[in-house]
């Protein structure tokens, strides 16, 4: 479903606007991630809940309930996310990683990542499959240093593994036509024969597996899920289950999202501490007071201080730590510099290291994609 | 270009009424197959021309000139036809390879044969991907049979071939947009998407060599190269030359092209010569007249007769005996059944000696496909 509400606007290839989340749930029909399933969860893993799920970074879900039944009788289930490879990966691109890997840690299933090159490349009009592709190799060096199970993982990209898809591809691209796409994504007479097939094979590594597929994902990849609960039983297959993550705010501010085309409105994961710094404390919107005065009389407001939100939906892990700063920063003990101080060393601290990380990722990349025990079955079997 | 002439209809999926040759060119603005070109290339290859091209069942073309041109000055070129396996083939399905091979050993050049198996699955509702792939390899049987060079002939399925022409067939629907498809092929909003795409990948091979690649297809197959027309320039590759071919008319009469639908409109190439001779005798429409006294006081009408029409288009080599036949038949001297009782020795013959070759065909399937000089070389390169 595209959504272009008079506010905003999310689509897999736009954000715009701020996006208002409880409006989104109601429009693509999903439901909230409430408190009681994310106690099920927490009784089921016998494990804190990850922050992105206590502070409901990930706020909406379709079946999710069933995933958890599908655990509790045994039958388990498999993960599926990815990642179109239109340029350097910013932190926010990290999110549904970082909430796959966990459930990956949490309940040892199969990982299955998809890299669009061929996507991106025929989305954007500037691009050329050789940028695509370099940026692939990239990402996945990114997506590795997030510390999947190099065994239970497989990480594939378009334009490589297309040869094994491509059969059951076209079995779901039969049932799709374009009425249906226009639809759904918002395709005119002038989108390519390319972008409009390939929502077809954005649905086969749901049928990688005879059990139910979790996606981790931002919100704005649903419409996707939406067709594929459509097809998936006339296929034998079960509806892909999925849960939702809001878009970290841009640096700048609530609206869209961030963006590699705006550098300040996004960390990349490629930057050094000092642009870290400068970028927060140049562009960080902030909920402080114009004057040091004003901030200690009337105080901060951190709902919608970025520099807040991020440390809220990301980088404290403490939630005691954080209702402190929040605390703080309402009262105007803590100054808006002394909140970006602190931002700017969390998230020096996780760059660094990721980098670390993303070295070794270098010696893995062939593991991960071809030689690692997930990836050689991908490679010898047969899709259907 | 969709034709649907109040007369007729000729696009790839669809012939309807009794086509107008003469009117196809001047629609699909090709240019005749001209006696002065035909000269050219008799002096070309310093042989008697086959009699496709003798008898004009070859009669349109596009750039069949420029071909000429690039033997005259050495730069070559190389052939590319195929074939939608979605039944069992008839003779009329061998006129483009028969064409081709003629090409081949009289230039030495290379020759690559597409199996549509996914065109064919996407575009029939009840044909299976199974059926088609089973088509597939029934049909390729009768390809080889018709005497390729197995070093110099690669002969390609999609659907295992695809992903090597994936990254090059992307970068070709990068830029064909829906509005295109729609005018060009007549596609509608319930066409698939899988469909909708296809074009592209037909468009791939025409880009296996920077040299101009010459296509013998029926005229059904022009709208394709239209397209490539349009992109080639901008890839750095040559516009296809194109020739095409008539329909062999259905024995039934001049109506739409011979269907596997409808086994009485053609002949199979798995006909035994008692079935072949029960429908030329039941079903080939006749230009003799009702009675023999009438036939020998009237004489037939060549034609408008299917069996001397099959004769002249394809199964008697020697325009001498043709001749004979065509004045014998038209004074009333040679009775319809007469002339049905040569064209059934013929065709008799003609399906026994395909058939000895296609037992033989079954050892050569891997050297087309696989291991062949040509194929050995397709698997390893990249297409770009």
Not at 18 to 38: A, C, H, M, N, S
Not at 49 to 66: A, G, I, N, T
Not at 235 to 254: R, V
Request: charged content about 30%; aromatic content about 14%; hydrophobic content about 40%.
């Amino acid at each position: 479903m595209e959504t272009q509400e008079e506010d905003f606007t999310v689509t897999p290839w736009d954000v715009k606007g701020r996006v208002d989340y409880e409006k989104l749930i109601r429009i693509f029909g999903t439901q909230p991630l409430e408190d009681g399933i994310l106690r099920r969860l927490k009784d089921l893993c016998g494990c804190e809940l990850h922050l992105f799920l206590r502070r409901k970074v990930f706020f909406s879900h379709r079946d999710f309930d069933l995933v958890l039944k599908d655990i509790e009788e045994g039958r388990g289930f498999f993960l599926y996310t990815g990642r179109g490879p239109s340029g350097p990966m910013h932190i926010g691109h990290l999110i549904p990683f970082i909430m796959t890997k966990w459930f990956q840690d949490r309940f040892g299933v199969n990982v299955y990542i998809m890299i669009t090159d061929d996507e991106k490349f025929l989305d954007e009009e500037d691009m050329t499959l050789d940028e695509a592709r370099r940026w692939a190799y990239e990402n996945i060096l990114d997506i590795i240093s997030v510390g999947f199970d190099p065994d239970k993982t497989f990480i594939f990209q378009d334009t490589e593994y297309i040869g094994k898809m491509y059969p059951l591809a076209i079995k779901i691209a039969k049932k799709i036509n374009w009425n249906l796409v226009r639809a759904v994504f918002g395709f005119t007479g002038s989108t390519n024969i390319g972008l409009s097939f390939y929502p077809a094979l954005q649905i086969v590594p749901t049928f990688f597996e005879r059990r139910r597929c979790l996606i981790p994902a931002a919100i704005d990849q649903d419409p996707y899920w939406r067709i594929q609960r459509d097809l998936a039983g006339s296929f034998g297959y079960f509806k892909a289950a999925a849960i939702h993550s809001k878009f970290l705010p841009p640096l700048t501010g609530f609206e869209g999202k961030m963006s590699t085309s705006k550098p300040e409105t996004a960390i990349f994961l490629t930057d050094d501490r000092k642009t870290i710094r400068y970028k927060i404390f140049k562009y960080a919107f902030s909920g402080g007071q114009p004057t040091v005065e004003l901030h200690r009389k009337l105080g901060g407001n951190p709902d919608i201080d970025v520099s807040f939100q991020w440390l809220k939906m990301m980088f404290e892990e403490d939630d005691k730590v954080l209702r402190e700063i929040e605390e703080s920063y309402r009262s105007g003990k803590m100054l808006t510099g002394e909140l970006k101080e602190y931002l700017a060393e969390k998230i020096g601290d996780f760059i660094d290291e990721h980098k670390r990380r993303r070295e070794e990722a270098k010696e893995l990349i062939h593991v991960f994609k071809y030689d690692g025990k997930l990836a050689r079955y991908m490679w010898e079997r047969e899709l259907e």
